[in-house]
Protein backbone atom coordinates (compact mmCIF):
# COMPACT_ATOMS: atom_id res chain seq x y z
CA UNK A 1 0.00 0.00 0.00
CA UNK A 2 2.90 2.25 0.28
CA UNK A 3 2.99 3.20 -3.56
CA UNK A 4 -0.97 4.10 -3.50
CA UNK A 5 -1.17 6.88 -0.78
CA UNK A 6 1.72 9.15 -2.76
CA UNK A 7 0.08 8.54 -6.17
CA UNK A 8 -3.87 9.33 -4.66
CA UNK A 9 -2.31 13.04 -3.30
CA UNK A 10 -0.52 13.57 -6.04
CA UNK A 11 -3.37 13.43 -8.36
CA UNK A 12 -5.67 14.97 -6.09
CA UNK A 13 -3.07 18.29 -5.53
CA UNK A 14 -2.38 17.86 -9.45
CA UNK A 15 -6.43 18.63 -10.09
CA UNK A 16 -6.63 20.54 -7.48
CA UNK A 17 -4.45 22.98 -8.69
CA UNK A 18 -5.32 22.48 -11.95
CA UNK A 19 -8.92 23.18 -11.28
CA UNK A 20 -7.98 26.30 -8.79
CA UNK A 21 -6.31 28.22 -11.95
CA UNK A 22 -9.01 27.37 -13.82
CA UNK A 23 -12.00 28.36 -11.99
CA UNK A 24 -10.31 31.09 -10.49
CA UNK A 25 -9.92 32.11 -13.75
CA UNK A 26 -13.28 32.02 -14.76
CA UNK A 27 -15.50 32.75 -12.45
CA UNK A 28 -15.82 35.38 -9.32
CA UNK A 29 -16.99 32.22 -6.71
CA UNK A 30 -14.39 30.19 -7.40
CA UNK A 31 -13.34 29.27 -3.66
CA UNK A 32 -17.56 28.38 -3.44
CA UNK A 33 -16.95 25.94 -6.57
CA UNK A 34 -13.90 24.47 -5.78
CA UNK A 35 -15.11 23.30 -2.09
CA UNK A 36 -18.34 22.07 -3.99
CA UNK A 37 -16.19 20.24 -6.50
CA UNK A 38 -14.25 18.89 -4.53
CA UNK A 39 -16.15 18.39 -0.45
CA UNK A 40 -19.87 18.54 -1.49
CA UNK A 41 -19.84 16.53 -4.54
CA UNK A 42 -17.67 13.51 -2.91
CA UNK A 43 -15.92 12.99 -6.98
CA UNK A 44 -12.86 12.70 -5.20
CA UNK A 45 -13.79 9.12 -4.38
CA UNK A 46 -14.11 8.11 -8.07
CA UNK A 47 -10.21 8.15 -8.11
CA UNK A 48 -10.23 5.00 -6.02
CA UNK A 49 -10.05 2.62 -9.11
CA UNK A 50 -7.10 4.74 -10.64
CA UNK A 51 -5.13 3.78 -7.49
CA UNK A 52 -6.05 0.39 -7.46
CA UNK A 53 -4.47 0.18 -11.01
CA UNK A 54 -1.67 2.04 -10.01
CA UNK A 55 -0.96 -0.62 -7.04
CA UNK A 56 -1.59 -3.50 -9.59
CA UNK A 57 0.89 -2.25 -12.66
CA UNK A 58 3.39 -2.10 -9.95
CA UNK A 59 2.49 -4.92 -8.08
CA UNK A 60 1.89 -7.53 -10.66
CA UNK A 61 3.04 -6.46 -14.60
CA UNK A 62 5.43 -8.36 -15.73
CA UNK A 63 8.49 -6.43 -16.85
CA UNK A 64 9.49 -3.81 -13.73
CA UNK A 65 10.15 -1.18 -13.00
CA UNK A 66 7.56 0.71 -14.88
CA UNK A 67 8.21 4.26 -15.15
CA UNK A 68 5.88 6.54 -13.18
CA UNK A 69 5.98 9.37 -15.49
CA UNK A 70 5.05 7.59 -18.07
CA UNK A 71 1.99 6.02 -16.35
CA UNK A 72 1.26 9.57 -14.99
CA UNK A 73 1.22 11.14 -18.20
CA UNK A 74 -0.59 8.38 -19.97
CA UNK A 75 -3.40 8.99 -17.22
CA UNK A 76 -3.77 12.39 -18.17
CA UNK A 77 -3.92 11.63 -21.72
CA UNK A 78 -6.20 9.23 -21.14
CA UNK A 79 -8.50 11.61 -19.59
CA UNK A 80 -8.31 13.75 -22.14
CA UNK A 81 -9.14 11.79 -24.89
CA UNK A 82 -12.33 10.43 -23.17
CA UNK A 83 -13.40 14.10 -23.78
CA UNK A 84 -13.52 13.28 -27.53
CA UNK A 85 -12.68 16.59 -27.92
CA UNK A 86 -9.82 17.04 -30.88
CA UNK A 87 -8.84 20.72 -29.24
CA UNK A 88 -8.40 19.01 -25.50
CA UNK A 89 -4.58 17.78 -25.07
CA UNK A 90 -1.66 16.68 -22.69
CA UNK A 91 1.05 18.35 -23.73
CA UNK A 92 4.62 16.51 -22.30
CA UNK A 93 7.17 18.84 -20.80
CA UNK A 94 9.29 18.94 -24.01
CA UNK A 95 6.02 19.54 -26.05
CA UNK A 96 4.93 22.37 -23.61
CA UNK A 97 8.23 24.16 -23.93
CA UNK A 98 7.86 24.14 -27.43
CA UNK A 99 4.49 25.49 -27.58
CA UNK A 100 5.26 28.45 -25.42
CA UNK A 101 8.41 29.32 -27.61
CA UNK A 102 6.21 29.46 -30.85
CA UNK A 103 3.79 31.84 -28.94
CA UNK A 104 7.00 33.67 -27.51
CA UNK A 105 8.73 34.35 -31.46
CA UNK A 106 10.87 31.03 -31.68
CA UNK A 107 11.06 27.72 -31.99
CA UNK A 108 12.67 24.77 -33.90
CA UNK A 109 11.21 22.59 -36.25
CA UNK A 110 9.15 22.09 -39.77
CA UNK A 111 6.75 25.49 -38.86
CA UNK A 112 3.52 24.15 -39.31
CA UNK A 113 0.43 24.22 -37.16
CA UNK A 114 -1.10 20.92 -37.23
CA UNK A 115 -4.23 19.67 -35.92
CA UNK A 116 -5.53 16.12 -34.92
CA UNK A 117 -8.90 15.64 -37.13
CA UNK A 118 -11.00 12.36 -36.82
CA UNK A 119 -7.70 10.83 -36.19
CA UNK A 120 -5.81 12.60 -39.07
CA UNK A 121 -2.54 14.62 -38.17
CA UNK A 122 -3.54 17.42 -40.52
CA UNK A 123 -1.94 20.75 -41.44
CA UNK A 124 -3.92 23.46 -40.83
CA UNK A 125 -1.46 26.41 -41.89
CA UNK A 126 2.45 26.22 -42.75
CA UNK A 127 3.89 29.66 -41.16
CA UNK A 128 4.88 32.17 -43.55
CA UNK A 129 8.54 31.39 -44.90
CA UNK A 130 9.03 28.17 -42.55
CA UNK A 131 10.59 24.92 -44.41
CA UNK A 132 7.40 23.50 -44.67
CA UNK A 133 5.89 26.26 -46.70
CA UNK A 134 9.15 26.22 -48.93
CA UNK A 135 8.37 22.52 -49.15
CA UNK A 136 4.97 22.91 -50.30
CA UNK A 137 2.77 21.73 -47.33
CA UNK A 138 -0.57 23.34 -47.39
CA UNK A 139 -3.48 23.56 -45.36
CA UNK A 140 -5.40 20.26 -45.49
CA UNK A 141 -3.03 18.18 -46.03
CA UNK A 142 -2.57 14.94 -43.70
CA UNK A 143 0.46 13.70 -42.27
CA UNK A 144 0.43 9.96 -42.36
CA UNK A 145 4.41 8.92 -41.56
CA UNK A 146 7.16 10.56 -40.13
CA UNK A 147 10.21 8.85 -40.90
CA UNK A 148 8.38 5.18 -41.46
CA UNK A 149 6.81 5.41 -37.46
CA UNK A 150 2.86 5.71 -38.65
CA UNK A 151 0.99 9.19 -37.23
CA UNK A 152 -2.46 8.00 -38.27
CA UNK A 153 -4.49 7.38 -34.61
CA UNK A 154 -1.66 9.24 -32.51
CA UNK A 155 -2.05 11.68 -30.03
CA UNK A 156 -1.39 15.04 -31.39
CA UNK A 157 1.61 15.57 -29.26
CA UNK A 158 3.08 12.47 -29.88
CA UNK A 159 3.10 13.22 -33.70
CA UNK A 160 3.78 16.83 -33.10
CA UNK A 161 7.10 15.59 -31.08
CA UNK A 162 8.15 13.01 -34.44
CA UNK A 163 8.16 15.72 -36.80
CA UNK A 164 9.62 18.42 -34.77
CA UNK A 165 13.50 18.32 -34.05
CA UNK A 166 16.83 20.08 -34.02
CA UNK A 167 17.85 22.68 -36.67
CA UNK A 168 19.76 21.08 -39.27
CA UNK A 169 18.12 17.76 -39.30
CA UNK A 170 15.94 16.25 -41.80
CA UNK A 171 12.61 14.37 -41.32
CA UNK A 172 10.94 12.22 -44.21
CA UNK A 173 6.63 12.81 -44.33
CA UNK A 174 4.66 10.71 -46.09
CA UNK A 175 1.69 13.22 -46.87
CA UNK A 176 -1.78 12.24 -48.37
CA UNK A 177 -3.13 15.60 -50.31
CA UNK A 178 -6.45 14.34 -52.51
CA UNK A 179 -6.25 11.29 -51.87
CA UNK A 180 -3.00 10.50 -53.19
CA UNK A 181 -0.15 10.10 -51.35
CA UNK A 182 3.78 11.48 -51.85
CA UNK A 183 6.70 12.01 -49.67
CA UNK A 184 8.43 14.89 -49.17
CA UNK A 185 11.88 15.09 -46.98
CA UNK A 186 11.89 18.97 -44.87
CA UNK A 187 15.12 19.99 -43.12
CA UNK A 188 13.95 21.74 -39.85
CA UNK A 189 15.17 25.31 -39.28
CA UNK A 190 15.09 27.98 -36.81
CA UNK A 191 11.61 29.20 -37.07
CA UNK A 192 11.26 33.26 -36.29
CA UNK A 193 7.69 34.67 -35.67
CA UNK A 194 8.22 37.57 -36.70
CA UNK A 195 4.42 37.96 -37.26
CA UNK A 196 3.24 41.03 -38.93
CA UNK A 197 4.46 42.50 -42.62
CA UNK A 198 3.20 45.26 -44.69
CA UNK A 199 3.94 47.50 -47.49
CA UNK A 200 2.12 49.97 -49.21
CA UNK A 201 1.30 48.96 -52.91
CA UNK A 202 1.87 49.73 -56.37
CA UNK A 203 -2.26 51.10 -56.26
CA UNK A 204 -1.66 53.41 -53.25
CA UNK A 205 -3.18 50.51 -51.28
CA UNK A 206 -1.64 49.37 -47.98
CA UNK A 207 -1.34 45.63 -47.55
CA UNK A 208 -0.61 44.38 -44.36
CA UNK A 209 0.23 40.25 -43.47
CA UNK A 210 -0.66 38.54 -40.07
CA UNK A 211 0.73 35.27 -39.76
CA UNK A 212 -0.65 34.06 -36.66
CA UNK A 213 -1.86 36.16 -33.15
CA UNK A 214 1.72 35.79 -30.90
CA UNK A 215 1.64 37.63 -27.47
CA UNK A 216 3.07 40.67 -29.07
CA UNK A 217 1.30 40.51 -32.16
CA UNK A 218 -0.90 43.65 -31.37
CA UNK A 219 1.41 46.08 -30.48
CA UNK A 220 3.76 45.07 -33.88
CA UNK A 221 0.48 45.15 -35.91
CA UNK A 222 -0.21 48.64 -34.34
CA UNK A 223 3.25 49.99 -35.16
CA UNK A 224 3.13 48.50 -38.80
CA UNK A 225 -0.18 50.33 -39.11
CA UNK A 226 0.63 53.51 -37.56
CA UNK A 227 3.08 53.46 -40.23
CA UNK A 228 1.35 52.87 -43.44
CA UNK A 229 -1.67 54.87 -42.57
CA UNK A 230 0.84 57.81 -42.23
CA UNK A 231 0.84 57.62 -46.05
CA UNK A 232 -2.83 58.41 -46.80
CA UNK A 233 -3.27 54.65 -48.71
CA UNK A 234 -6.26 54.37 -50.74
CA UNK A 235 -7.42 51.21 -48.61
CA UNK A 236 -6.33 48.20 -46.59
CA UNK A 237 -6.07 44.63 -47.50
CA UNK A 238 -5.79 42.60 -44.25
CA UNK A 239 -3.75 39.09 -45.14
CA UNK A 240 -5.41 36.24 -42.69
CA UNK A 241 -5.10 33.60 -45.28
CA UNK A 242 -3.26 30.30 -43.52
CA UNK A 243 -3.25 31.98 -39.98
CA UNK A 244 -3.91 29.48 -37.49
CA UNK A 245 -5.13 31.25 -34.66
CA UNK A 246 -3.34 31.73 -31.31
CA UNK A 247 -4.01 34.32 -28.09
CA UNK A 248 -7.63 34.87 -27.68
CA UNK A 249 -6.69 38.16 -25.63
CA UNK A 250 -4.09 38.96 -29.13
CA UNK A 251 -7.32 38.62 -30.89
CA UNK A 252 -9.52 41.21 -29.32
CA UNK A 253 -6.27 43.75 -29.05
CA UNK A 254 -5.98 43.17 -32.74
CA UNK A 255 -9.63 43.79 -33.47
CA UNK A 256 -9.58 47.05 -31.47
CA UNK A 257 -6.98 48.38 -34.33
CA UNK A 258 -10.00 47.91 -37.43
CA UNK A 259 -13.55 47.89 -35.54
CA UNK A 260 -15.05 51.26 -33.64
CA UNK A 261 -17.20 49.82 -30.26
CA UNK A 262 -18.95 47.02 -30.32
CA UNK A 263 -18.91 42.99 -29.83
CA UNK A 264 -16.30 41.07 -30.96
CA UNK A 265 -17.19 37.56 -29.83
CA UNK A 266 -19.38 36.12 -27.38
CA UNK A 267 -17.67 32.87 -25.49
CA UNK A 268 -20.49 30.65 -24.31
CA UNK A 269 -19.45 28.34 -21.35
CA UNK A 270 -20.55 25.11 -20.25
CA UNK A 271 -22.70 25.86 -17.14
CA UNK A 272 -24.75 29.04 -19.34
CA UNK A 273 -22.61 31.58 -18.61
CA UNK A 274 -21.60 33.95 -21.38
CA UNK A 275 -19.10 36.63 -21.48
CA UNK A 276 -18.91 39.65 -24.12
CA UNK A 277 -15.89 40.84 -25.63
CA UNK A 278 -16.04 44.50 -26.84
CA UNK A 279 -13.86 46.67 -28.81
CA UNK A 280 -13.74 50.55 -28.04
CA UNK A 281 -13.94 52.69 -30.05
CA UNK A 282 -10.24 54.46 -30.49
CA UNK A 283 -9.10 52.07 -33.36
CA UNK A 284 -6.58 53.83 -35.61
CA UNK A 285 -7.91 51.76 -39.00
CA UNK A 286 -11.41 51.52 -37.73
CA UNK A 287 -11.96 53.87 -41.06
CA UNK A 288 -10.17 53.14 -43.85
CA UNK A 289 -11.76 50.85 -46.86
CA UNK A 290 -11.09 46.71 -46.03
CA UNK A 291 -10.57 44.01 -47.44
CA UNK A 292 -10.03 40.53 -45.59
CA UNK A 293 -7.99 37.58 -46.89
CA UNK A 294 -9.36 34.51 -45.68
CA UNK A 295 -8.92 30.67 -46.93
CA UNK A 296 -8.99 27.30 -45.36
CA UNK A 297 -6.25 27.91 -43.60
CA UNK A 298 -7.81 31.11 -41.40
CA UNK A 299 -8.37 29.23 -38.22
CA UNK A 300 -9.62 29.90 -34.78
CA UNK A 301 -8.81 33.51 -33.35
CA UNK A 302 -8.23 34.43 -37.55
CA UNK A 303 -12.04 33.45 -37.82
CA UNK A 304 -12.73 35.66 -34.62
CA UNK A 305 -11.33 38.62 -36.23
CA UNK A 306 -13.19 37.76 -39.83
CA UNK A 307 -16.57 37.33 -38.38
CA UNK A 308 -16.37 40.52 -36.08
CA UNK A 309 -15.39 42.89 -38.90
CA UNK A 310 -18.15 41.39 -40.72
CA UNK A 311 -20.56 41.27 -38.55
CA UNK A 312 -19.72 44.66 -37.48
CA UNK A 313 -20.13 45.69 -41.24
CA UNK A 314 -16.47 46.75 -41.29
CA UNK A 315 -15.34 45.44 -44.17
CA UNK A 316 -15.52 42.48 -47.19
CA UNK A 317 -14.00 38.70 -46.63
CA UNK A 318 -12.65 37.70 -49.44
CA UNK A 319 -10.81 34.19 -50.88
CA UNK A 320 -12.13 30.97 -49.69
CA UNK A 321 -14.17 29.24 -46.74
CA UNK A 322 -12.38 28.98 -43.40
CA UNK A 323 -11.26 26.04 -41.28
CA UNK A 324 -13.97 26.13 -39.06
CA UNK A 325 -13.09 26.01 -35.28
CA UNK A 326 -15.29 27.28 -32.63
CA UNK A 327 -13.93 26.30 -29.83
CA UNK A 328 -11.73 28.42 -26.96
CA UNK A 329 -8.73 26.39 -25.22
CA UNK A 330 -7.52 27.81 -21.89
CA UNK A 331 -3.66 26.62 -21.60
CA UNK A 332 -2.53 25.59 -18.75
CA UNK A 333 1.18 24.79 -16.81
CA UNK A 334 1.39 21.42 -14.73
CA UNK A 335 3.79 20.78 -11.96
CA UNK A 336 5.68 18.61 -14.37
CA UNK A 337 6.51 21.14 -16.47
CA UNK A 338 3.72 19.86 -19.18
CA UNK A 339 0.86 21.60 -19.73
CA UNK A 340 -2.61 21.14 -21.10
CA UNK A 341 -5.14 22.66 -23.33
CA UNK A 342 -8.43 22.35 -22.59
CA UNK A 343 -11.89 23.32 -24.11
CA UNK A 344 -14.29 25.36 -21.53
CA UNK A 345 -16.14 27.47 -24.26
CA UNK A 346 -17.62 27.52 -27.58
CA UNK A 347 -17.22 31.46 -29.13
CA UNK A 348 -20.12 32.76 -31.34
CA UNK A 349 -19.66 35.73 -33.81
CA UNK A 350 -21.48 39.54 -33.11
CA UNK A 351 -24.38 38.13 -35.41
CA UNK A 352 -24.33 34.53 -33.30
CA UNK A 353 -22.85 32.60 -35.92
CA UNK A 354 -21.28 29.65 -34.58
CA UNK A 355 -18.33 28.65 -37.06
CA UNK A 356 -17.36 25.17 -35.88
CA UNK A 357 -16.87 22.59 -38.48
CA UNK A 358 -18.32 24.98 -41.08
CA UNK A 359 -16.11 27.99 -41.20
CA UNK A 360 -17.13 31.53 -42.48
CA UNK A 361 -18.18 31.66 -45.84
CA UNK A 362 -16.29 34.72 -47.86
CA UNK A 363 -18.83 37.62 -49.20
CA UNK A 364 -16.23 37.49 -52.43
CA UNK A 365 -15.22 34.24 -53.16
CA UNK A 366 -12.15 33.58 -55.28
CA UNK A 367 -10.20 30.52 -55.08
CA UNK A 368 -6.13 30.61 -56.62
CA UNK A 369 -6.16 28.17 -59.65
CA UNK A 370 -4.05 25.23 -59.97
CA UNK A 371 -0.82 26.24 -61.17
CA UNK A 372 0.75 23.98 -64.44
CA UNK A 373 4.32 22.96 -64.61
CA UNK A 374 5.87 25.58 -64.85
CA UNK A 375 3.86 28.89 -64.47
CA UNK A 376 4.19 31.32 -62.16
CA UNK A 377 2.30 32.06 -59.43
CA UNK A 378 -0.21 35.10 -59.20
CA UNK A 379 -1.67 36.18 -56.13
CA UNK A 380 -5.47 36.08 -57.88
CA UNK A 381 -7.26 36.65 -54.79
CA UNK A 382 -4.84 39.68 -53.46
CA UNK A 383 -5.27 41.03 -57.47
CA UNK A 384 -9.20 40.43 -56.86
CA UNK A 385 -8.93 42.49 -53.39
CA UNK A 386 -7.15 45.54 -55.16
CA UNK A 387 -9.56 45.51 -58.17
CA UNK A 388 -12.28 45.96 -55.34
CA UNK A 389 -11.00 48.44 -53.44
CA UNK A 390 -10.20 50.53 -56.72
CA UNK A 391 -13.94 50.43 -57.54
CA UNK A 392 -12.74 48.17 -60.63
CA UNK A 393 -14.70 45.19 -61.95
CA UNK A 394 -13.80 42.26 -60.38
CA UNK A 395 -13.41 39.02 -62.95
CA UNK A 396 -13.92 35.27 -62.05
CA UNK A 397 -15.54 35.66 -58.42
CA UNK A 398 -18.69 34.94 -56.59
CA UNK A 399 -21.02 36.51 -53.89
CA UNK A 400 -20.82 34.17 -50.76
Excluded at 48 to 56: K, Y
Aim: charged residues 20%; hydrophobic residues 40%; without cysteine.
Amino acid sequence: MKSRMPLFLLIIFTLIGFNAGYVLAQSPVAPVQLFDFWHSSGRYRALTPVTEVWDLIHLRYYQQPVSEEALIDGAIEGMLAALEDEYSRYLSPEAEAAARASMQGEFQGIGAEVESINGNITIVSPIDGSPAQVAGLQPGDILRQADGVELTGMAIQEAAALVRGPAGTAVTLLVERGGETFTLTIVRGVIRLSSVRGEILPEGIAYVRLSQFGDRSPQELEALLTDLLAEQPKGLIFDLRRNPGGSLTSVVEVADLFLPQGTVLIEQFGNGREEVFSSTDNGIAQDIPLVVLIDEGSASASEVLAGAIRDQGRGVLLGQPTFGKGTVQTWQSLSNGGGVRLTIARWLTPGQTWVHNTGLEPDIVVAQPELGEGEEFVDVQLQTAIAYLLGQPIVGASGG
